[in-house]
Nanobody, 122 residues
């Protein structure tokens, strides 16, 4: 149902745009991007509410990343600017029907697609 794409190798300071295609029956309230670096726990990156478009960001990416959605085409995007080596991770798009406060908690995302690798070189 969820398929992420757009990852790649980029130099520090560069930009990437990740896309998440939503297919099939979908009922998530929030769409989010999570990431997991080697040896680290999965962490929240950004989320957007399908209705209303309200956005939420981790402090570590605020001001650099922008999440958006295309309701008609059923896509969610993550524009990543000013990338840093510490942004290196596998990025996943995921959905949750939890309450607003739950969007910051990775385990609340019950529907998650395959990830896309983002590597930022210094």
């Amino acid at each position: 149902q969820l398929q992420a794409s757009g990852g790649g190798l980029v130099q520090a300071g560069g930009s990437l745009r990740l896309s998440c295609a939503v297919s099939g029956r979908f009922s998530g309230t929030f769409m989010g991007w999570l990431r997991q670096a080697p040896g680290k726990e999965r962490e929240f990156v950004a989320a957007i509410r399908w209705i209303g478009g309200y956005t939420y960001y981790a402090d570590s990416v605020k001001g650099r990343f922008t999440i958006s959605r295309d309701n008609a085409r059923k896509y969610v995007y993550l524009q990543m600017n000013g990338l840093k080596p510490e942004d290196t991770a596998i990025y996943y798009c995921a959905s949750t029907n939890g309450v607003t406060s739950s969007v910051y908690t990775p385990r609340m995302y019950t529907n998650r697609g395959q990830g896309t690798q983002v590597t930022v070189s210094s």
